[in-house]
C-alpha cells in the first residue's frame, strides 16, 4: 500500500484524491493526504457520492508501489495500444522513452499540461481520474539487450481450441493502458505518449472501450458487460487473505527481482456473438452463465440471495440436476476448479461499428492482472476453451501477455527496476 | 418550448429531469415539472452542479413540441445510425416500426425496461439524460409509398471538391441519434429499436462518439474537439431573435406541413489528419482556424478578449495584415460571409483504432440541425471546400441527409404527422 492509500469500504483503495489541493501534494510517495479529499469509489467504479463537478479533478496518484490502473476502479473510458521499439533504439533509447513517459504520466494525472506539447486536448478539464499502466512484451527483452531479464513466465501463451487472434491487433513491446473518466482526456494522453515515443516506438495497435459512467448507477455494482450479465463478482478483493499474493509477483522462484510488486497483464480482445445471444430466452442465458441476469445471484442460491451469495456447485434443484449446469461460466471458471488459479479481472467493453456481415463488432476487453499465467489464465482458460457453455457465443480474436513493471517512487521512473537493478 | 422546458442560464433548456419523481411525471406534455429537479446543464453538455449520484437517473422528456437531442445539452456518449427499411415494408410495415420505438423510446427514457425484452443490459443505471432522435433520409419516401410527402428540401446535397463519400457508412432510410451519458445505456437503446426492427428494416452503418462526460469541466464551456480546438462558440442560442426560424421547419413555400416543428439533419463523418495537424505549432494552428487554441478567443481581439468576443474580420495586425487571415476557417465558415446561413451543430468526436498506413481513425461526426440545407450546410460547404484553409486536415468520408420529423406528443408516435396527415 501506498501511503496515500487506505481501504474504503468496499475493499479497494482510495487512490483517488481530488487535485484541488496543488499539483505537488504527492510528489513524494510519503506525502500523506492532509488537505486532499479521498473520493469514496468501489470496485464498481462508481463513487458513492460523488461531489459536484469533482469528476474532473478527481486524480489517482500516479507513484506508489504497484503502478496505478490496477486497484484502482474502472474509469469510464479505456484506451489500450501497444507500441513496437524502433529497430536500433536499444536499452539506451527504451530507458530514455521512459523517461519521457514518465514525466508525462506525472504531469497528466496531475491535471498539468505534458510540458513538450502546447496541443492540449483536455485543456478545460482536470484528471478526471487518468492512469496509465505501462507493460513489456517478451519481444522487448531481446530488442533491447536485456534478453536474460525476461521473465520465464513470459513465455507465450498455448494455443487454445478455438483461438483465433490477429497478431496485428495484439502482442507488442510496450504495453499502456490509459483509464480516465472522460474520453476527450484518454484520448489526449494516448496522443502525448505516441509523441513522446515518436523516432523510438510505433503504435503497432490500439483500441478503445468503456465501462459505467461515475454516478450512472446508484451504487457501487460490479459491472455489467454486453451480454447483460453482471461480471466480476469472484475477483478477488484486496480485503481478502493472500490478495497481493494472487496479484502481484514477488521475487523467488523464476520470478526476476526486477518484477517484484509488479504483475502480468493478460489481455484478449473478445468479440461477443450478441445476436446469437439475445434470441437466447433469458433464462436460458443464465444456464449458461450460471448465475441470474438481473441481480447476479448464483442459480445454486435460493429466492432472495443476492450477487455475492456464495456458489454450491453441488447443489441441485427439485428434479436431482445440478441447479449450476455442468457446462455453466461460474462453474468452469471457479478457482475451486482450477487449483486456486486467481485473477483480478479489470475488463472493458468495446463496441466499434459493424462488421462485414453486419454482426456488432463488440465485446469484452478482457484484462487480467495475476502473479503468474502459468498458474492463471493459462490453466483456466484451457478449462474454459472446452468445456465452457459460454465459449459458443465468444470469440477470442486478439491479445497478449505483458510484465507489468512495479510502481514508480517519487523521482524515478517505469521500468528503472529492469533496466538498470 | 414545452411545458417542462424553461431556459436555463445558458442559454438552452432544461429539458433533463430528474427521474426520481416516477416515470409517469412526464406522461403528458403538460404535466409540468412539480417534485421534479431539473438539471442545470450549459451548451457543453455539462451540469453546472450535478447532484452526487444522479447521472443515471437525470432525464430527458421525450414528449415535446420537438424531439428530444436537438436543443438538448450533448451526452457523454453517442450512437449514430441508419436503417434501411426491408422490400415489402411499405406504409404499414413503417408505421408499425414508428409505433414500437416510440413505445420503447418512451419507456427508455424514463429508466424504465423496454418491455419486449428482458434482456436489459442496462439494469443498473438510470436513463443517464437518454435522448432518441429519429430521421428519414430521401429514399424512405418511395419505399414507403410516400413520395409525394418527400420534401423538396431532401434532395441529395450536391457533391463537394474532395468529398470521398461512402455510401456503406451513410445515407440510409431511417437514422437515429442516441445520446445517453453512460455508454452502455446507449448501446443498450440501440439494441433495443434493432430488435424492434427486425423484419421491417436492417441496421445499415452504425458508429459511435463522444463529447464531455458531465462534470469533467469546471463550468459548462462550448466542446472541445479532437483537434484541441474550442468548436460551436457561433452555434445560435436558443434566446437569440430568430432561433427557432433558423433550427426548425414551419409549413410554406415547399416545406410539407407534416415537417411543421421538424428540422433537417446533416451528418458528416469528417476524419482529421491528427497527425499532420499536431506537427503543426499552435501559432500555425490558430491561424488555420482564426481563433485562440487556449481559450477560442478570436485573432481579431485585443488580449483578454474571451471565447464569445465578436470576430472582427476586418481587424488587421500591426503590420497591416488581416488578424484572421483570408482562408482561416472562422472567416470563411462566418455567416456574414454566407448569406446568414446558420446551423445548429451538435457534433461529437470519434476514435476507432488505427487506419491501414497507421492514422489514428478519429475525427468529428459533424451533425447539424437546420430548417433547410440548401439555405445551411449546401451553402456553407461549399465554401469551406474551396476557401477553407482547415480542409487540408479533414476528409469527409460519409454523411447523410435526414427530415428530422417533430416531437411527439402524449399518445401519439414517431413521424405520425406523415403517416396520417
Known amino acids: 500500500m501506498n501511503h ?11 487512490r483517488a484524491l481530488l487535485g484541488t489541493a496543488g499539483a505537488g501534494l504527492l510528489a513524494g510517495a510519503g506525502a500523506g493526504v492532509a488537505g486532499a479529499v479521498a473520493l469514496d469509489r468501489g470496485p464498481g467504479g462508481t463513487p458513492a457520492a460523488a461531489p459536484g463537478g469533482a469528476l474532473g479533478a478527481a486524480r489517482v496518484a500516479f507513484h506508489g508501489e504497484h503502478q496505478a490502473g490496477i486497484l ?15 529497430e536500433g533504439a536499444g536499452r539506451d533509447g ?28 483536455a485543456l478545460d478539464a482536470g484528471p478526471c481520474s487518468l492512469t496509465l499502466t505501462v507493460g513489456f512484451g517478451a519481444a522487448l527483452f531481446d530488442k533491447a539487450g536485456l534478453a536474460d531479464r525476461r521473465p520465464a513466465a513470459l513465455e507465450p501463451l498455448p494455443a487454445f481450441p478455438a483461438d483465433a487472434l490477429d497478431p496485428a491487433r495484439g502482442d507488442g513491446d510496450l504495453f499502456v493502458q490509459i483509464g480516465a473518466d472522460d474520453a476527450l482526456v484518454a484520448v489526449h494522453a494516448l496522443r502525448v505518449l505516441q509523441r513522446l515515443a515518436a523516432g523510438t516506438a510505433a503504435l503497432r495497435w490500439q483500441t478503445a472501450g468503456f465501462a459505467r459512467t461515475p454516478g450512472a448507477t446508484a451504487r457501487p455494482v460490479t459491472g455489467r458487460n454486453l451480454m447483460g450479465q453482471i461480471d466480476g463478482t469472484n475477483n478477488p478483493k484486496p480485503t481478502e487473505d493472500g490478495f497481493a499474493a494472487k496479484v502481484f509477483c514477488a521475487a523467488g522462484g523464476d520470478q526476476p527481482a526486477w518484477l517484484a510488486g509488479g504483475s502480468y497483464l493478460v ?9 446469437s445471444w439475445e434470441a437466447l430466452p433469458v433464462d436460458r442465458q443464465e444456464r449458461v452463465i450460471g448465475r ?6 448464483p442459480l445454486s442460491a435460493p429466492p ?7 456458489v454450491d456447485l453441488a447443489a441441485q434443484g427439485p428434479d436431482g440436476a445440478l441447479a449450476i449446469p455442468a457446462d455453466a461460466h461460474v462453474r468452469v471458471a471457479a478457482p475451486a476448479a482450477n487449483g486456486g488459479a486467481a485473477m483480478l479481472r479489470r475488463g472493458f467493453s468495446y463496441h466499434d461499428g459493424l462488421l462485414p456481415d453486419g454482426a456488432p463488432d463488440a465485446g469484452l476487453l478482457f484484462l487480467a492482472f495475476q502473479t503468474d499465467p502459468r498458474k492463471g489464465f493459462t490453466p483456466v482458460q484451457r478449462k474454459l476453451s472446452r468445456g465452457d457453455g459460454l465459449s459458443r457465443f465468444l470469440r477470442h480474436e486478439a491479445g497478449g501477455l505483458y510484465a507489468v513493471p512495479p510502481g514508480v517512487p517519487a523521482g524515478g521512473y517505469l521500468g528503472q527496476q529492469l533496466l538498470e537493478g
Not at 484502482?72 to 524502433?86: E, G, M, N, W
Not at 441470474?292 to 445471484?297: H, L, Q, V, Y
Not at 432472495?304 to 456464495?310: Q, S
Open 292 to 297: 441470474r441476469k438481473a441481480d447476479g445471484a
Open 4 to 14: 496515500d492509500e487506505a481501504p474504503d469500504r468496499g475493499g479497494f483503495t482510495r
Open 267 to 275: 489481455y484478449r480482445r473478445i468479440r461477443m456473438l450478441l445476436d
Open 72 to 86: 484502482d476502479p474502472q474509469q469510464a473510458r479505456v484506451q489500450l495500444a501497444a507500441f513496437d521499439l524502433a
Open 304 to 310: 432472495g440471495a443476492a450477487e455475492h451469495t456464495p
Open 94 to 121: 527504451l530507458r530514455a522513452l521512459l523517461k519521457r513517459w514518465t514525466g508525462a504520466a506525472e504531469r497528466l494525472t496531475a491535471g498539468e499540461p505534458a510540458e513538450e506539447f502546447e496541443n492540449q486536448v
